[in-house]
């Protein structure tokens, strides 16, 4: 086995079938869209040659750059709420939680296996104010912050951060399933050390487990960089993008323009800077495992 | 040695695997294909002896028709009856094939069409700017020039047929209307009542309706401000009375700017109404049909819709009862500029025909339709779909209503974005819940439709 493994040509015969499915799926199209992005129209209607113009373009798009910073805002706020929530409730589950242990991680994981569409419906019903007040309006009136209750989902400063949140209630249960798995890999004998040497919960956390959580942190930020990327089905089922752009992302930015709109090679600019986006965020997130090794 | 043998087997092997997995989907595509080729000469076998069965010679054909209602459905209804009666009455020969799509994704999905320039026979669509694009681009049947040629031009309704020429800009008529429809204000007669307000002819009377009714304590209007196009017939509203009918195409053509006076003006009272309240809190989260149903249930007074809405008021489920609702044209600003009688229109969704499958099959078909249309509308459902009809319908009291207003237009207004490119019109309908919202100014909202306008020029 090591002579076969050991021998490059096994390899790359080895390594060819996939790499040359990969390539046709997944590189393929993205050359492709490269190709488009210097085009402009919809082939087969209109369909010209422009060289960089769609690339100008890009820079002096208001509409764009909305879309930009709604996106990145949105990757920082669930990014760090899927994560940080998922870790919280990993602790919780590993440390605290003595009953009820599977129908707890149950309930918590459930979110995750919903239909984004239910779970937008559901939320839609949540944040109601006309004609009922919703599950949250109707709390804040009868605990006596009416001056709280509002339109969560219908004025551009509140619609963002309810997105957020039930993005981050979706997913948390997924990363703390992935982090309590983490946590139990990490063998008893350490945290008791750590304890019987005077480790108190913060430091316990600080100096012993997140260095042995990092690959899996890093695993989990990764995870949560590329689904808050692509931003796109949640926004669509809860706000639609509204209310006027406040929810409107990169990708539903690209989706308008190319099918909407018929300008197929702008579109795919904006295709190229989403996966652009993609491989740069990834490789930051990346950095930080660097560092250990270095 | 052996084991390279074996490693180089392997991969071969893997290799083999992926290359057949790939051909074996390719000989599937090939046998599906055959198989519709197979069931077609089927088909044309059946039509022949079909054929010598009845003894006419009508051209075998299958049409492929895209709707965005079901075969059960209103239009989707109409559609498909007819057809099966054309089938069954003249030609046996004549088969369909039914494609359902949601209406948000149509527009995609013909521009995908076109792109792979295989659009279906018989399609439907939007009429205006949309299918302007085909137009240019001779991808429909010109339909003037077809009805003539079958010699039943004189079934369409001049109203329609003027309204659809001058929504794509052309001499000659490209689009099939399926629907003549008022738009104006409905409004829930007990609540009026309540409150000790007459029905409003003038846009003052209408603020001072809407003032009362506040007062009253109920919710003056509302709106289906999450669907967006709601909100910008509200602003239309005021840009026809005060401004004349063609004032949206006027800056759709490029001879007056968004930014003008009048039109922020338009856009500010909108946003002025909303600021006093009267239409809740929240609107930007009300879609269409919870507004219609806010109306109907008497938590709201008055609701801008088509005559469509007709549906929802015949419905049983309607709480408002058979005579519970009635209905108001767009008050107005200055009889001079624009008259009561002038009613803002539009054909809802048309019938396209792709010109390159257009032959003497699809041409059968289409002279049974435009000879039936009318009649068989009113005898279903009691509506005028843009088609001549000699049957008196059983028309219910909402259905009359229409009929009523319809009998009073004197001159046609379109909506909105019916000027407008996709672009601009998506930028107008976004920013109009910012607007709604008090998030922007009005002169920042046209502004920003002027920018769009501007930016899609090129």
């Known amino acids: ?294 | 040695m052996k084991r390279r043998l074996l490693a180089v087997i392997l991969a071969a092997v893997m290799v083999m695997a992926m290359v057949s997995g790939c051909g074996n989907k390719a000989e599937n595509a090939g046998a599906n294909s055959g198989n519709k080729t197979e069931d077609t000469s089927k088909d044309t076998d059946t039509a022949k002896t079909g054929d010598s069965e009845t003894g006419d010679a009508q051209p075998a054909k299958i049409i492929k028709i895209l709707s965005i209602w079901a075969e059960d459905k209103d239009n989707g209804k109409l559609i498909t009856d007819l057809t099966k009666k054309y089938i069954a009455e003249v030609n046996p020969n004549f088969k369909y094939e039914f494609e359902l799509v949601s209406s948000d994704n149509l527009k995609q999905k013909i521009a995908t069409l076109v792109a792979s320039d295989d659009l279906p026979d018989v399609f439907v669509y939007e009429s205006g700017k949309p299918i302007v694009d085909l137009i240019e681009n001779d991808k429909l049947v010109n339909i003037s020039k077809a009805l003539e040629e079958l010699g039943v031009s004189d079934m369409m309704d001049e109203g329609a047929v003027s309204l659809l020429k001058t929504l794509s800009g052309t001499d000659d008529l490209y689009d099939l209307p399926l629907g003549m429809n008022v738009e104006g204000f409905w409004y829930n007669k007990a609540l009026f009542e309540q409150a000790g307000v007459e029905v409003p002819t003038t846009w003052e009377d209408f603020e001072a309706v809407c003032a009362k009714l506040q007062e009253a304590g109920i919710q003056p209007l509302t709106a289906g401000g999450a669907d967006k196009w709601p909100l910008t017939r509200l602003v239309n509203s005021y840009v026809v009375r005060s401004m004349g009918g063609d004032a949206m195409k006027k800056a759709a053509d490029g001879t007056a700017k968004y930014t003008d006076d009048g039109y922020v003006a338009a856009a500010q009272k909108l946003q002025d109404l909303a600021a006093k309240g009267y239409f809740g809190e929240g609107i930007t989260t009300v879609d269409q049909n919870t507004a219609g149903n806010m109306l109907l249930s008497g938590k709201a007074a008055i609701f801008y819709n088509g005559s469509w809405f007709t549906e929802a008021l015949t419905a049983d489920t309607n709480p408002a009862g058979e005579d519970g609702i009635g209905f108001f044209n767009i008050p107005v600003v200055d009889e001079s500029i624009s008259p009561i009688t002038e009613y803002s229109m539009n054909c809802g969704n048309i019938l396209a025909l792709a010109q390159d499958k257009y032959d003497e099959g699809t041409a059968g078909w289409l002279k049974y339709m435009v000879q039936n249309l009318g009649n068989e509308a009113m005898t279903q459902f009691g509506a005028v779909k843009g088609y001549k009809y000699d049957v008196a319908g059983d028309l219910s009291s909402y259905s009359k209503i229409v009929a009523d207003e319809l009998g009073k237009v004197t001159k046609a207004t379109t909506w909105y974005e019916a000027g407008m490119n996709s672009e601009t019109s998506t930028v107008a309908q976004d920013y109009v819940q910012t607007l709604i919202n008090g998030d922007m100014t009005a002169k920042e909202y046209m502004q920003f439709i002027q920018d769009a306008y501007d930016g899609s020029q090129y």
């Open chain 1, 1 to 294: 086995m090591k002579n076969v493994l050991g021998n490059k040509k096994a390899i790359a015969l080895f390594v060819l079938p996939g790499l040359l499915l990969y390539t046709i799926i997944v590189m393929l199209p993205v050359i492709w869209s490269v190709y488009y992005s210097v085009y402009e129209g919809t082939p087969g209607l209109k369909w010209n040659f422009v060289g960089l113009a769609n690339y100008e373009r890009l820079f002096h798009d208001k509409n764009f750059h909305n879309a930009l910073i709604v996106n990145l805002k949105y990757i920082a706020i669930v990014m760090i709420g899927q994560v940080g929530l998922g870790l919280l409730l990993a602790l919780f589950f590993r440390f605290w939680l003595t009953k009820f242990k599977n129908v707890v991680r149950t309930l918590v994981f459930f979110p995750v296996v919903l239909p984004t569409v239910a779970v937008g419906q559901l939320f839609v019903k949540i944040y109601e104010i006309q004609p009922n007040y919703g599950l949250l309006n109707s709390i804040l009136s009868n605990i006596g912050l009416q001056h709280l209750v509002q339109p969560w989902i219908g004025q551009s400063s509140t619609a963002l951060g309810a997105l957020s949140a039930m993005d981050i209630w979706v997913a948390m249960g997924f990363y703390s399933v992935i982090f309590y798995g983490a946590l139990l890999d990490i063998p008893g004998e350490i945290i008791e050390a750590a304890k019987i040497d005077g480790c108190n919960a913060f430091n316990l956390f600080r100096r012993v487990l997140s260095p042995l959580l990092k690959p899996i942190t890093i695993t989990c930020m990764i995870f949560s960089f590329t689904g808050t990327v692509k931003m796109f089905e949640s926004a669509l089922a809860l706000t639609k993008g509204g209310p006027g752009s406040a929810t409107k992302s990169l990708s539903m930015f690209m989706y308008s323009v190319s099918f909407t709109y018929g300008k197929v090679g702008y579109g795919s600019v904006i295709a190229v800077f989403i996966f652009l986006l993609c491989v740069v965020g990834s490789r930051l997130i990346n950095l930080f495992d660097r560092k250990e090794k270095a």
